[in-house]
């Protein structure tokens, strides 16, 4: 070694730089190797002796006899069909090619491939399988074959079952290395169809106006599919071959993952600015009328503590009080919920929302609640009351109007019924009569600009026997002389119940009592322009306000002294279908007593009473996320959309869109004809479809209508506690005569609590978020959908799981939808991407279009919520198997009857011929699948499907309400890449 100066040196080897240079070079390579491994960005390399078939590649050609079509799909699978016609003998289909053995392979040579159809015939006991629609059984007609040279190498009936499997055939005496030879794989039809054999068996539905028709027996359709083709030798095992073919769904993908970002809010910014929407035929009262209205915000904008500014029209500060309805992942603010006081100016015009460098403004006067050991008061400043503590009959007591004293010295309740049985042949049991008495009270909100307080108890008997419980809340506002009550009424009993009556009483001491110039109002059936059907009662300074009176027929106020009966249910006819009280039902009402100085004053209250006031903008509310990925539409944006829904919204009722009406029936649909006296009970989420109409359109009848259903659902439909079927507290009644179940069936189409969660974040009903918590708690309960084989049957448990965990963050419900995602990952064809199911026919099985449709979105809100590979890997698996198997235009076969080439864009109703036909009213399922699937891969194919279905929808007017629930979504995502 030499040393100059400071520095040294050494004398160096150039092989020893050499071998460092190699040693560094392969220290990097294994690095990288690593990192790239674990990125997963490196599939595994491919054996030297297997040979992978491309069959949609150079030199394979389709060949046909008879009607067979075939082509290769985007999952490189080549599909062989024959459509649904009566089938010849000797006709067939198939796609063969040249294929060279490399001349330094060993044996054996094996072929690898898959296969999946859509047809079985083994296994079929008609005894066993209801012939829902047709079940039409051939053995020994058709077959799926592989041939080398024109030979037979591989075969096996149509029939068999199964929707798809690999095979591995040994071709050692048939080949060679180094010589080529034809490789084929066909459809082929020994026996035509419409000569009959052992095993065959048909059955036509007798519905099926085609039952008469001889040939309808007889059509045999087969849709096969063929993939993963690969040759190779000794050397390689049967699992390396398996591994080195294996197909990923997300090979390739480039995500652009828009809709998880819109989700999380990525447009929206403050400051806030929403219209006060007030009903056109109601004028807000001078003394001002409480406005209670939920906002959603975007991810990390606003904290759970901020302050907020509300300022009005002229830009006056506001007084607010503020209740954060729900957050965040990551704690931060997703919807909340605003009290406030708006005047009459301000109707129809903006207020401000501000939450940075926000001074609230105190109220001038706030709402103040006393609790004492045995009561609680609430004081407004303009009204008075107190609610006991401890058993008692009086619910209320002590309501003062300021200054001039008592107005009623107590609210008390009572319920009279029969028992009733399921068969409603037996006469009922004798009347029986319900106190409603009071177990406790307590302060949900304390102002200082509303009071909730909460009263629970139980109707019982003479002999102290509950029929169920009962739940008050009632509310007060700083300054108001209102009372606002909600009162609900439980049957939690295990017997059916006919109402004779249930009913309010207002009491009065002193002398004349405030309501004895009320009119005697009776509504036995819907007469909205009776006297005192809108549920509007006034006299001089006292008035009396009940939502949807005439709506919620029979019904009466009725003064009898110095008692006031409310008949919330009226006494009517014996039979009448709204008398039924059935076991595991509630009934909630809506009142408000209104003791403002004058008559004028009372009505315009209880006029905005019937239709309160609501803080919203549909730019604002679409963009914050806080409905999941969503857009407006309007005269700039999806022009003829927005027309049709509103031109629909115009010929029909405010408050239904079927005019149905009736203590029991109000806000629900008719399932079929009143003959059959079907209801939807929520049937594919109708409640929410109306919600996010009014999000997207901003029309504010769709938010009136909304919420009767949405309290319909709540109430009649959902199955509160029931000492006979505990386990069935939280569920809902499938679509059935008079709402309620009468055998052990529940109802899985029916368990969305998508628009209870809607209701809940728009008005901060608590109702409404209780209901939907216990729809997924009976699902987690249950173990709803686990082992259901249908996609609609593990779909909609899986959407009240995810719906639920997304409100609440709870680890145990996203444990119970992690368990039932495992479960659905079970049903598919892992290679054709199809969840293979029955659908009026056992022996055609496939995906049904608008049911998988319900799937893709579940697989799209777990893959945000999670970050499971699986879920989107499933996702683009089905929907790309939509794309392939059951959609229209230039890649499809022809499905149908007569056999038509249906639209780009839309998909079949069914898998089975019998039930095939184009569907564009399902759109905004089938198509926002697509639109996810564009979401994850970037594969333009998927986009421009979307786009497609959606314009033909567009321009049928082929939107309506069965299926319209994720139309935000979809609307979303052609409008982000309109330009793309």
């Known amino acids: 070694m030499k040393q100059t100066g400071n520095r040294h040196t050494a004398d160096v080897r150039p092989d020893d730089v050499a071998k460092a240079m190699i040693a560094m070079l392969k220290t990097l390579l294994s690095i990288a190797t690593v990192l790239t491994l674990a990125a997963g960005c490196i599939a595994a390399a491919k054996p030297a002796h297997l040979l992978v078939v491309d069959l949609g590649g150079k030199g394979w050609t389709f060949s046909h006899q008879g009607p067979y079509e075939g082509y290769f799909d985007i999952r490189q699978l080549y599909q062989i069909s024959h459509p649904w016609v009566i089938s010849k003998a000797d006709n067939f289909g198939q796609v063969a090619g040249r294929v060279t053995i490399p001349a330094n392979w060993k044996g054996p040579i094996k072929l690898r491939f898959y296969e999946g159809d859509n047809y079985q015939g083994f296994g079929f006991e008609k005894d066993k399988w209801p012939n829902w629609f047709s079940n039409t059984v051939f053995i020994g007609h058709r077959f799926k074959q592989v041939l080398v040279d024109g030979k037979v190498v591989w075969e096996q009936d149509v029939a ?16 060679s290395p180094g010589e080529s030879f034809e490789l084929a794989f066909r459809l082929y039809d020994k026996v035509a169809s419409d000569q009959e054999l052992q095993g065959d068996y048909f059955h036509v539905n007798e519905s099926d106006s085609r039952k008469d028709d001889p040939s309808v027996y007889h059509r045999f359709e087969t849709r096969s599919y063929w993939g993963d083709v690969a040759l190779y030798d000794g050397t390689i095992s049967d699992r390396q071959a398996a591994a080195a073919t294996k197909w990923d769904w997300l090979k390739g993908a480039k995500p652009i993952n828009a809709g998880m970002k819109a989700d999380r809010g990525f447009a929206a910014h403050g400051p806030l600015h929403l219209r006060l929407e007030t009903d056109a035929t109601a004028q807000l009262p001078a003394t001002g009328y409480p406005v209670r209205t939920g906002v959603p915000f975007a991810e990390g904008m606003l904290q759970p503590h901020s302050p907020i500014e509300l300022r009005d029209p002229a830009g006056e500060r506001v007084p607010v009080q503020t209740t954060v309805l729900s957050k965040w992942k990551d704690g931060s603010v997703k919807w909340l919920l605003l009290d406030f006081i708006a005047y009459p100016d301000c109707a129809e015009k903006k207020y401000t929302v501000v939450w940075e460098h926000a001074v609230p403004t105190p109220p001038s006067e706030k709402v103040k609640v006393h609790k004492r050991r045995g009561a609680i008061t609430v004081d407004t400043g303009a009204v ?75 109707l019982l008997d003479s002999e102290g026997r509950a029929l169920g419980k009962i739940v008050m809340r009632v509310h007060a506002y700083a300054g108001l002389p209102y009372v606002h009550i909600f009162y609900r009424v439980f049957n939690n009993s295990d017997q059916h119940r006919r109402l004779d009556l249930s009913r309010l009483v207002l009491h009065h001491e002193g002398p004349q009592p405030p309501w004895s110039a009320l009119p005697e109002v009776v509504v036995t059936a819907p007469q909205a322009n009776a006297e005192g059907a809108d549920g509007i009662l006034v006299a001089g300074d006292f008035g009396l306000g009940i939502r949807h009176f005439w709506q919620q027929f029979p019904k009466a106020v009725l003064a009898a002294g110095d008692v006031l009966n409310i008949d919330l249910y009226h006494p009517t006819t014996a039979d009448s279908v709204h008398n039924w009280f059935a076991w595991g039902e509630a009934k909630r009402h809506e009142l408000m007593i209104s003791l403002a100085g004058t008559e004028e004053a009372n009505r315009r209250a209880l006029g905005t009473f019937q239709n309160p006031p609501r803080l919203f903008d549909k730019y604002w509310h679409t963009q914050s996320g806080g409905w999941g990925p969503a857009t407006w539409r309007g005269a700039g944006q999806f022009r003829e959309h927005h027309k049709q829904m509103r031109d629909y919204s115009r010929r029909v009722p405010t408050t239904t869109t079927r005019g149905e009406y009736g203590y029991r029936n109000f806000g629900d649909w008719r399932y079929g004809s009143r003959e059959h006296d079907g209801w939807f009970n929520n049937y594919y989420d109708p409640t929410h479809s109306q919600f996010v109409e009014y999000l997207m359109g901003g029309e504010r009848e769709w938010f009136q209508r909304a919420e009767a259903m949405c309290r319909h659902v709540m109430d009649i439909d959902t199955v509160h506690a029931n000492s006979a079927k505990p386990d069935w507290e939280g569920g809902i009644h499938v679509y059935i005569a008079l709402h309620h179940n009468v055998g052990a069936y529940n109802g899985t189409y029916c368990l969305s609590p998508k628009g209870m969660l809607d209701y809940y974040h728009l008005t901060g009903d608590p109702v409404a978020l209780e209901t939907a918590i216990a729809r997924a708690r009976y699902v987690a309960r249950e173990n709803y959908g686990i082992g259901a084989r249908s996609v609609r049957e593990q779909a909609w448990p899986l959407t009240a799981l995810l719906a639920v965990y997304r409100e609440t963050w709870d680890p145990q419900i996203l444990a119970a939808a992690t368990k039932l995602f495992e479960d659905t990952l079970k049903a598919f064809d892992p290679r054709r991407g199809c969840y293979a199911e029955y659908h009026g026919s056992w022996t055609y099985h496939g995906d049904v279009p608008w049911m998988c449709g319900q799937m893709l979105e579940d697989y799209a809100m777990y893959w945000w919520v999670t970050g499971d590979r699986r879920a989107a890997a499933g996702l683009v698996a089905l929907a790309s198997s939509l794309y392939c198997e059951d959609m229209g235009g230039p890649q499809a076969l022809p499905r149908g009857w007569p056999p038509t080439r249906g639209p780009y864009g839309v998909t079949t109703y069914s898998t089975n011929p019998f039930l095939a036909g184009w569907s564009p009213g ?3 399922l089938t198509n926002t699948g697509w639109a996810y699937a564009y979401d994850l891969t970037g594969r333009q194919q998927f986009l421009e499907a979307a786009r497609a279905g959606y314009q033909i929808a567009a321009d049928q007017a082929a939107i309506g309400f069965g299926t319209y629930w994720q139309a935000p979504i979809l609307l979303f995502y052609l409008k982000h890449f309109e330009d793309k």
């Open 160 to 175: 068999d079952q199964g929707t798809g499997k690999h095979y591995v055939v040994d071709l050692s005496d048939l080949v």
């Open 384 to 458: 008075r009351f107190t609610v006991p503590r401890g058993r008692g009959e009086a619910l209320l007591t002590d309501i003062e109007r300021a200054p001039t004293g008592r107005v009623i010295s107590s609210i008390s309740g009572v319920l009279e019924c029969r028992t009733q049985d399921e068969d409603e042949t037996r006469p009922p049991g004798p009347t029986v009569r319900y106190i409603a008495t009071r177990d406790s009270a307590t302060v949900e909100a304390a102002g200082p600009i509303r009071a909730t307080v909460r009263i629970d108890g139980h």
């Open 922 to 924: 399902y759109v905004f």
